[in-house]
């Protein structure tokens, strides 16, 4: 018989009564293994802290989102939103699946490109293109959605000067009866500036309009604005083919869909109160089917969901440096990862569980990460087993995100690796050592001692 | 036409077998004149006229008549009106005969021939012509003692009596009695069509043997030379109104006692009023048993008929024999599948739970992932299937004839055996074509009675309503209104099977765990393929031989499609729809652009499909000309051993949302040791360029609109 761990000491209420209204209390099964590697041999080789990426979980999402749609609606193409997770390795997963590319910065642009997409596959979003970005993409036959009218006549300059038409699409923003309403990026349907723009777009007679972009919002809760959305699209592209005669291409619906992960102040999970990918697939593809548009003449519909697509593909192996507790009489536990690794604690409880074997008592402990900066929490409140010093933790629904915010501040960025579908795993990003983050400073002379 | 055949070579040979006797040909070729000038005053179709529809029976009455009268003028005065009547007689035979859908054949030449011989009796005017009596002076008359000399040394030739008979059996369609002209008629009929010459010899030694071993009549073949009725019939029976096969020789053989039934009756019955029996033994038959294959209930098989003339034996097989590997159960209206994206049947044709007797040709759909689960976490709600609440579209454009709604869908597991066909769409596509979408979602259903919808439009979605204990598509096809009608065994028009690598299907039947879906139609390749009428398309190539030119996409009157090169007149005929564009045939000679265009693009689906290979075969008739293919005329009814074969592969250059730049790699391989042909066609919403690779030669051509 294998020798049981030490625990240390605890006191725990004995309770009596009837189960409360949500019945048992919920425990999460420890993760040893992710896709077949132990946890503790990933830390072994690449240290802790550790981001971990599942390929297999990326394809099967990827897929199942895709056939979500598929099965509703005739023509669909994904493009996949760089800002989410820029990893070549994670990019060109999405790629090899099939996937266009989303970029909405210059620098994005370029790594599309790096990657080996098709320029004519890559959408260039975002609130700020610069002029030689918007000759670039002209040139190369991407797809610019413009956000602004300043924009709009920047690129009629470019237009002028260049032999290709640029390829343009505006975004449209509008009131889906959700709140917030995001105004911000775009042209506003409901004041007529969209249909303004449009127009602007379709008399300069120097672009080729070839569709209509949206994005609602992000983590959106109600599937039902969507369809709500693409009806107002749709009804764009009745007015466009009415007055001018022109059919557009396709209708991109962005992304905003909701992933598994639980919003801070939410009373249920995540998991099971989040509308499907499903469930956002039917409200578009009914609306669009629905709409003037005969069968033969659907446009494409093209969805840009980012963290739908990757937040469980994962996961960030961390370590429990210490126990304490607080004034209040309350657990605390000190992890290896911080805000400047898990920017989405913010908003998210994120799950997490330990990597190895405990017996049943819990308790309830605040986690808090390595910086020395007050903020630094990523969990107020959580039960745990009763840790040890060294013990693994695994957070869940990490992949979106926090491989793009993440800071180097205080602590060097951690490794990570990829688990392809054969279980052999790869370091898609090294560690960052403090010669990484001090190569581009310069110190001048008269400080130099 | 009297040999059934439009060849050109073979025409100008009967034409020269027609003038060895000079005066009978002019009277001829003034009946054909007369009659194609009446026609034409009378508001006739042109290409009847032109095709020689009308001609063809004043031509033998012309001879008939050319034989029995010397040229005076007043034959001609005669002949015109002869002629007149030749052509009313074509007229009220054709009107009553296609009735029937049979040809007229050379009833109008017997009415009017008999007619005018019975009536030229009475005019004095005409003067009895001797050149069917007195031979050798006709003879000597025109061409001295040479002609005499060279005929009597045809008439000596120690020839078997049955081969000579069989020649000037020939020559007597044309009323020329002699070696010379049947030898030239056999060659003719030997470069007009190898099966047809092989028919006329089998139809001939069939007779011989019949006469002999019954112990007939034999003056009726050796000195009437009657026996070209059994040619004819042999000809028209054997290959060119069937398609040749064992079973049409079979028949040849079974008809020959008939036909000398009919040619002695036929003797004896017209005797009294001393009128030959000319090709009535033949018409008769032939009428009579094109007219008894229609009654059969097992249509278009042994012996099949020919359905498209092509007026020739060989092609009428070949193109049939291609349309059935090609084209199996080809319908006229196209059905799709009634979802988008990839389905799997669960229960096909003859399934083995439900899809049985009356209700066999059905299928059951379902949606499957990767681990061939059709369902999502436990499978306990009817929400977990992945199929559920999944649109359902129309498979074809109708009219909404049922709608049933509000019935409860099932917990999984759980059966309604009261409305077992549950929440259900009928749509009628026309009068004996409905199409049933059954076990629909409760209230999901968007269409209602008496309204027209178009394909692809959706009319519910997939539910768990009536006989189902999992969600799932029943779709079957029937041809009555009814909910509970009996299935009709109809096949899916287009689809790809997913299972591995993609495979495309045409006019066939799902089957049992196939995962199908619809082809999405590529806009870039729709484009390019969309040879609509009046479109040309100019050409410019790198080779000598071929040079530059344009095509033309024309259409005939009974709408067939074709290419046709302005320059060599060679036609391409096609078929197209919005799903996939095929050429069907060639006419024409080889050595222009769209022989080699014909050969690459014989089937292309309209839907881009990376990767996608598709498979074809050829007539064997594109076979390069040579003793290969001569032989494979020969014993094409029996057995057809070159089998060339056509192949062709996708490949994108890129995806743009202007249309998509794709490449079409497809290769010609005609077999038995010829070279394969590759070619590649670019396509970016117009046919870009196109490229042949034949041994060591390259050639590309570049289009323009």
């Known amino acids: 018989m294998e020798k049981k761990p030490y625990e240390r000491p605890h006191i725990t209420r004995l309770e009596t009564s009837m189960p409360g209204k949500f019945g048992m209390r919920s425990e999460r099964p420890p993760t040893t293994h992710i896709d077949g590697i132990t946890v503790d041999s990933l830390v072994k080789t690449y240290g802790s802290p550790l981001f971990v990426l599942s390929e297999n979980t990326i394809r099967t999402t990827y897929r199942k989102a895709l056939n979500a749609f598929t099965t509703r609606y005739p023509k669909v193409q994904f493009a996949w939103s760089y800002k989410t997770n820029y990893l070549a390795a994670v990019c060109n997963v999405f790629h090899q699946e099939g996937a266009w590319a989303e970029v909405v910065s210059g620098f994005e642009y370029q790594k599309a490109i790096e990657n080996g997409v098709d320029p004519k596959n890559i959408i260039f979003n975002g609130p700020v293109k610069t002029k030689e970005e918007l000759e670039t993409a002209t040139r190369n036959g991407s797809l610019i959605h413009i956000d602004h009218l300043d924009e709009l006549y920047l690129l009629i300059e470019v237009a002028e000067n260049s032999e290709q038409k640029p390829k343009v699409a505006i975004r449209v923003n509008m009131d889906t009866g959700i709140y917030p309403m995001w105004d911000r990026f775009g042209f506003n349907y409901e004041d007529g500036q969209a249909w303004d723009a449009l127009n602007k777009i379709m008399h300069s007679g120097k672009m080729e309009l070839v569709g209509l972009h949206t994005h609602i919002g992000t983590f959106i809760l109600s599937a039902g604005a969507y369809g709500v959305a693409a009806a107002k699209l749709a009804e764009l592209a009745r007015l466009l083919k009415q007055k001018f005669n022109h059919a557009i291409k396709y209708i991109d619906m962005g992304g905003g869909f909701a992933s598994k992960n639980t919003l801070k102040g939410s009373y249920l999970p995540g998991s099971d109160t989040n509308p499907s990918i499903s469930e956002f697939a039917e409200a578009i593809s009914t609306a669009l089917i629905n709409s003037h548009f005969q069968p033969g003449e659907l446009p494409l519909l093209i969805l840009e969901p980012g963290r739908a697509l990757i937040d469980e593909a994962g996961y960030i192996l961390t370590t429990v440096l210490a126990n304490k507790r607080l004034a209040s009489g309350r657990r605390a536990t000190i992890i290896d990862t911080g805000v400047n690794l898990l920017f989405t604690s913010f908003w998210y409880q994120h799950p997490v569980t330990v990597a190895q074997e405990f017996s049943q008592y819990r308790e309830d402990t605040t986690l808090y990460g390595p910086l020395c900066m007050n903020i630094d929490c990523i969990r107020e409140n959580i039960n745990l087993p009763l840790l040890q010093l060294g013990d693994k933790l695994v957070i869940h629904y990490t992949g979106a995100y926090n491989l793009t915010q993440w800071m180097q501040f205080i602590h060097m960025r951690p490794a990570v690796v990829m688990i392809d579908a054969r279980g052999n795993v790869h370091e898609v990003r090294q560690k960052e050592n403090h010669h990484h983050v001090g190569s581009l400073e310069k110190l001048p002379e008269h400080l130099q001692i | ?705």
């Open chain 2, 1 to 705: 036409m009297v040999f059934f055949s439009k060849n050109r070579v073979f025409g100008l040979l009967l034409m020269v077998v027609t003038f060895f006797d000079v005066y009978t040909g002019l009277a001829g070729l003034f009946s054909i004149i007369v009659v194609n000038v009446l026609a034409w005053l009378f508001g006739l179709n042109k290409k009847n006229i032109l095709a020689g529809f009308y001609g063809f029976n004043a031509l033998l009455v012309g001879l008939g008549m050319g034989i029995a009268f010397h040229p005076t003028p007043a034959f001609y005065f005669i002949l015109t009106f002869i002629s007149l009547a030749t052509l009313l007689f074509t007229l009220v035979f054709e009107g009553i005969t296609s009735k029937y859908g049979l040809p007229f054949l050379t009833l109008p030449f017997l009415a009017t021939i008999w007619f005018a011989i019975l009536a030229s009796r009475s005019y004095t005017a005409l003067v009895p012509g001797e050149s069917g009596v007195f031979l050798l002076n006709d003879l000597y008359a025109r061409g001295g003692y040479m002609l005499v000399e060279w005929y009597q040394w045809f008439g000596n030739l120690a020839w078997p009596l049955a081969i000579k008979v069989y020649f000037r059996s020939l020559g007597a369609i044309f009323f020329q009695y002699h070696l010379l002209a049947g030898m030239v008629i056999a060659l003719g009929l030997l470069i007009y069509s190898r099966i047809a010459f092989l028919l006329s010899v089998a139809g001939f030694a069939f007779t011989w043997l019949f006469y002999s071993a019954i112990g007939a009549n034999m003056h009726e073949l050796d000195y009437l030379y009657i026996g070209f009725n059994h040619i004819l019939a042999a000809i028209a029976v054997g290959g060119f109104f069937v398609v040749a096969s064992y079973w049409s020789l079979i028949w040849v053989v079974l008809l020959t006692p008939v036909i000398s039934l009919f040619i002695s009756g036929s003797i004896l019955m017209l005797a009294p009023l001393q009128l030959p029996v000319y090709s009535l033994p033949f018409n008769l038959v032939v009428l009579l048993f094109l007219y008894a294959l229609k009654f059969r209930e097992r249509r278009l098989h042994s012996p099949e008929t020919v359905v498209n003339q092509h007026y020739s034996p060989e092609k009428n097989l070949y193109l049939s024999q291609n349309e059935k590997i090609r084209f199996p159960n080809q319908q006229y209206l196209d059905i799709q599948l009634p979802f988008f994206g990839i389905w799997k049947v669960n229960q096909g044709h003859g399934g083995v739970y439900t899809h049985k007797e009356q209700w066999q040709h059905a299928w059951d759909f379902v949606i499957r992932d990767e681990a061939d689960k059709e369902y999502d976490d436990s499978g306990s709600k009817r929400t977990d299937y992945y199929c559920f609440g999944k649109p359902v579209i129309a498979p074809a454009a109708g009219w909404i004839e049922t709608v049933v709604d509000g019935i409860e869908d099932n917990e999984p597991g759980k059966y309604n055996t009261l409305n077992n066909w549950g929440n259900t769409v009928i749509i009628r596509h026309n009068s004996w074509l409905y199409s049933k979408l059954s076990h629909l979602k409760k209230d999901s259903i968007t269409v209602s009675t008496g309204m027209y919808i178009q394909k692809g439009k959706v009319v519910g979605s997939c539910g768990n309503s009536g006989f189902a204990a999992y969600p799932h598509l029943h779709f079957q096809v029937q041809s009555t209104p009814y909910i509970g009608s009996p299935t009709l065994k109809y096949p899916i028009a287009h689809y790809l099977v997913h299972n591995q690598a993609p495979v495309l299907k045409t006019n066939a039947y799902p089957g049992l765990n196939e995962q199908v879906a619809n082809i999405p139609t590529d806009a870039s390749l729709l484009a390019a393929f969309n040879f609509e009428t009046g479109h040309s398309l100019a050409y410019s190539t790198d080779s000598l031989s071929l040079g530059e030119g344009k095509w033309v996409v024309e259409n005939d009157l009974w709408m067939n499609r074709y290419i046709v090169d302005t320059k060599t007149k060679a036609r391409a005929y096609f078929v197209a729809d919005d799903q996939l564009f095929r050429f069907t045939r060639f006419e024409g000679g080889r050595q222009c652009l769209l022989w080699y265009f014909y050969l690459a693009a014989f089937r292309v689906p309209l839907g881009f499909y990376n990767g996608l290979q598709v498979n074809d075969s050829f007539p064997p008739d594109v076979f390069p000309k040579g003793p290969l293919l001569l032989l494979q005329d020969f014993i094409a009814p029996f057995f057809i051993f070159l089998k060339p074969d056509f192949r062709l592969q996708y490949t994108v250059i890129h995806q743009d949302l202007s249309g998509n730049h794709i490449g079409l790699h497809s290769a010609f391989k005609p077999g038995k040791g010829k070279q394969t042909m590759l070619f590649n066609i670019e396509v970016f919403n117009r046919i870009l360029s196109f490229s042949i690779q034949e041994g060591g030669r390259l050639i590309t051509a570049n289009f323009e609109e």
